[in-house]
Nanobody
């Protein structure tokens, strides 16, 4: 079992940056691939970026390509999402998820066993 807590969200102007953190409990953090998803009001939750257990592989959505960077520090049981060049359309609740069944499934919500509560990111125009 693992518990996930997101932090780092807030209000930022367009073009600004935020760094989100996903902190995991337990000793098995390194056993999990981690994904970031986001959900805007009235929209379905969508995939943003994922990182493999070792950190050696990543997936990213076209919508965040070149702007968001995922990384992990297994010693700190934490995954980060560095968000640069933020746009108003990035406004959403951001969730981290752990435990993808397979690496290819890490881009899908159904691929994960555990979810955090989310952190709000609001980008003003």
């Amino acid at each position: 079992q693992v518990q996930l807590v997101e932090s780092g969200g807030g209000l930022v102007q367009a073009g600004g940056s935020l760094r989100l953190s996903c902190a995991a409990s337990g000793r098995t953090f390194s056993s999990y691939a981690i994904g970031w998803f986001r959900q805007a009001p009235g929209k379905e939750r969508e995939f943003a970026e994922a990182i493999s257990r070792s950190g050696g592989s990543t997936y990213y959505a076209d919508s965040v390509k070149g702007r968001f960077t995922i990384s992990r520090d297994n010693a700190k049981n934490t995954v980060y999402l560095q968000m640069n060049s933020l746009k108003p359309e990035d406004t959403a609740v951001y969730y981290c998820a752990a435990g993808a069944r397979t690496w290819s499934d890490s881009r899908r919500m159904y691929g994960y066993d555990y979810w955090g509560q989310g952190t709000q990111v609001t980008v003003s125009s």
